[in-house]
């Protein structure tokens, strides 16, 4: 990937997709216009990018209550996840879901998830499907350090490595479980050093890095595919705004969040793509713009789809089964 | 005198756990080796121990730990400085307890953190480095016990040169402006970002130098350390570039890994003497394996072996040293 120009390209595209949709997220909300809760991915950009940038299309990922980042990277579409977001009709789940249950089985994006922890359990269903299957395929699983106390993340660990399960197990540390700093939930400070208990490989990178979290990915996600079973990759990073949009965060220290904006992400990339790989300011300047355009045409669209009728109310509680699991 | 104690909580954790077959250490076991270092301390002569802060809080849980079992622990004391969760902290620690006249520091990590302590010592302050990195040929692997043991003695000599040497190190300039320093080796790598900073593809190598190299090293120096051997004590240096029409060698580049390589003929480094490199692509030197410093194609790189790198503690001649001044003998019978 090093030195090449349109891979650097596309890389900064994402990370900036991902920017400009949580931007537009948070003030819309603020606005009034997108109803529920909203948990933004601004200056965790860099993981979902530098995750989902050695995926191929057929891969799965589980996502969370803050999965916009993850979900952008995967392939999803912005129109339908701002639908989704204002509740509308034209959402990926018909308005029903909101913000924390955007799924897109087409792209193997397997579903954000309001319940901490969950998609920990999930993913491994995943990864013993694709192991039943006999595919090649790799199921990530993003999760944040607060779920890391959960009994969904040892049970899955657990059972991934038993299995030899193709899944890496992305675990984001920003330091924070809701208002909870991770030194008064965990005596660990590297959630990584829970891996050799499940017998398998764990390492930390710099998570507002996109190169050191793609190298990482890359790596782990080479060892699923090949059929070495599961890693747990620890991505240091921070949580810009608060837990949910309206929380003031007044819980974080402003030293630590002034130091930590220093090392946003978007901002790293875009000093990379100017000093070193050779990018124009009008260059970056055009992904910005696309990225605006987007999603000016993405919350265009939101407003202007209906809303959900009353009548279809108790439709897409549940799916059609499948006939072969009706068999058995 | 002080003791000053540098554990790095970030060491063993890297992306070589993945790429190689790499140790792994956990903090709460760099914990306890600190604390087997600090009772050896206080069993012995109850020096002043001043701990680098981290973020895992290694000196304030050996503390914790200690006074519950009763220690006393009125000598223990972590450092008061700015943190930024970096090698930096490393760095600052070690200028911090120089200046505080320590008698010794030890510094728990790999090559890059010794590398790090390294660059915050002005003086000749005692370096006693222990291993819990990967890839390590700085450090050595020594039980913490028999640590807290050289380094207390160390404390007590009034000669300590018979346990120390002076240290050699590579100087890297990029256009005459000396940007860092390396203890082991300096690899020239075709990455163009610092990414996971350790480098593990043999194929991108576009150059390596070694203040010394040795087959048995695991680490870049193996490379040229397979084709011929330097000494810790040798006044030299050496460079190694691949070629397609040279000598082709198998080295132990990182743990559990062994690749091929093709090199031209190792180039001797005389001390204080530049070897001048260029490369027209755009290019990462790695310090002691990880990717710090940026080289764009057609930059004067130049490589130096000097004396002045840390004056190294030798635990085993330390101890033998204690033990013929009768540091072992107790008093009473």
């Known amino acids: 990937m090093a030195g090449k120009k349109e891979t650097i390209r596309d890389l900064y595209t994402t990370m900036r997709r991902i920017r400009e949709f949580e931007t537009c997220a948070s003030n819309l909300f603020a606005e009034g216009k997108i109803p529920g809760f909203v948990h933004l991915y601004l200056g965790e950009e860099a993981i979902a990018t530098g995750v989902c940038a050695n995926l191929k299309g057929d891969d799965y990922i589980t996502s969370t209550h803050r999965g916009h980042g993850h979900i952008i990277a995967k392939g999803g579409d912005t129109k339908f996840m701002m639908a989704e977001l204002f509740g509308k009709a034209t959402g990926y789940c018909r308005g029903k879901g909101g913000s924390m249950h955007i799924a897109d089985g087409s792209r193997g994006i397997i579903g954000a998830n309001g319940i901490v922890g969950a998609g920990q359990s999930i993913s491994t269903g995943v990864g013993l499907t694709i192991l039943l299957h006999k595919t090649d395929q790799v199921c990530v699983c993003f999760f944040g350090d607060g779920s890391t106390n959960q009994a969904t993340f040892h049970e899955s660990l657990n059972l991934a490595s038993i299995w030899n399960l193709p899944i890496v197990f992305v675990c984001e540390n920003n330091g924070y479980g809701i208002s909870l700093p991770q030194s008064k939930h965990q005596k660990v400070k590297d959630v990584a050093d829970r891996a050799p208990a499940y017998g398998i490989p764990g390492v930390v990178v710099d998570g507002n890095d996109v190169f050191?979290?793609?190298?990482?990915?890359?790596?782990?996600?080479?060892?699923?595919?090949?059929?070495?079973?599961?890693?747990?990759?620890?991505?240091?990073?921070?949580?810009?705004?608060?837990?949910?949009?309206?929380?003031?965060a007044i819980y974080k220290p402003k030293e630590e969040q002034e130091a930590w904006l220093k090392k946003d992400p978007v901002k790293r990339m875009v000093k990379y793509m100017l000093e070193e790989a050779d990018f124009t300011q009008a260059e970056v300047d055009a992904v910005d713009k696309a990225a605006q355009d987007e999603l000016k045409e993405a919350i265009k669209f939101a407003e202007d789809s209906p809303y959900p009728a009353p009548e279809t109310g108790v439709e897409d509680v549940y799916d059609d089964i499948v006939e072969e699991v009706r068999d058995r | 005198m002080a003791i000053g104690i540098i554990a790095n909580p970030a060491s063993g954790k890297d992306i070589r756990r993945l790429v190689s077959s790499a140790t792994t250490i956990d903090n709460y076991e760099k914990v306890n080796i600190v604390e087997r270092i600090v009772k050896a301390v206080i069993a012995l002569s109850n020096e002043k121990i001043y701990f680098m802060p981290d973020s895992f809080m290694i000196g304030f849980t050996v503390i914790d730990d200690l006074k519950i079992s009763g220690e006393d622990v009125s000598n223990l004391e972590v450092l008061q400085m700015p943190?930024?969760?970096?090698?930096?902290?490393?760095?600052?620690?070690?200028?911090?307890?120089?200046?505080?006249?320590?008698?010794?520091?030890i510094v728990l990590g790999g090559d890059g953190t010794s590398?790090?302590?390294?660059?915050g010592l002005k003086r000749k302050t005692p370096l006693l480095s222990v291993s819990t990195g990967t890839?390590?040929?700085?450090?050595r692997l020594v039980e913490g016990t028999v640590v807290g043991m050289a380094a207390t003695a160390l404390t007590h000599m009034d000669d300590v040169s018979k346990c120390c040497i002076k240290d050699k190190r590579i100087e890297i300039?990029?256009?005459?402006?000396?940007?860092?320093?390396?203890l082991i080796d300096a690899t020239v790598s075709a990455d163009d970002y610092i990414g996971a900073r350790a480098i593990w593809e043999a194929k991108k190598i576009r150059a390596i130098v070694a203040s010394r190299c040795h087959p048995a090293s695991i680490g870049f120096s193996a490379i040229p350390g397979a084709m011929t051997i330097i000494k810790d004590t040798d006044?030299?240096?050496v460079c190694?570039?691949?070629s397609e029409n040279g000598t082709s060698v198998m080295a132990a580049i990182a743990a559990g890994t062994l690749e091929k390589m093709t090199l031209g003929d190792p180039v001797i480094m005389k001390l204080n003497e530049p070897l001048e490199l260029t490369f027209d692509e755009k290019c990462m030197i790695a310090l002691d394996g990880e990717r710090e410093v940026k080289v764009r194609p057609g930059e004067k790189i130049e490589f130096k072996i000097t004396k002045e790198g840390p004056y190294r503690v030798l635990v085993r001649e330390t101890i033998e040293e204690a033990q013929r001044l009768g540091f072992f003998r107790t008093k009473d019978k």
């Open chain 2, 115 to 119: 590398r790090a302590a390294a660059k």
């Open chain 2, 135 to 139: 890839n390590n040929v700085y450090p």
């Open chain 2, 240 to 242: 190694v570039i691949p």
């Open chain 2, 173 to 182: 300039y990029v256009n005459g402006v000396m940007k860092d320093i390396a």
């Open chain 2, 83 to 105: 943190m930024s969760g970096s090698m930096y902290d490393t760095v600052y620690a070690a200028e911090i307890m120089e200046q505080l006249e320590v008698g010794c520091i």
């Open chain 2, 235 to 237: 006044d030299i240096g």
């Open chain 1, 212 to 248: 050191a979290v793609s190298e990482a990915a890359a790596e782990a996600i080479k060892r699923a595919r090949e059929g070495k079973g599961p890693t747990l990759v620890e991505c240091k990073t921070y949580r810009q705004h608060g837990h949910f949009e309206g929380d003031p």
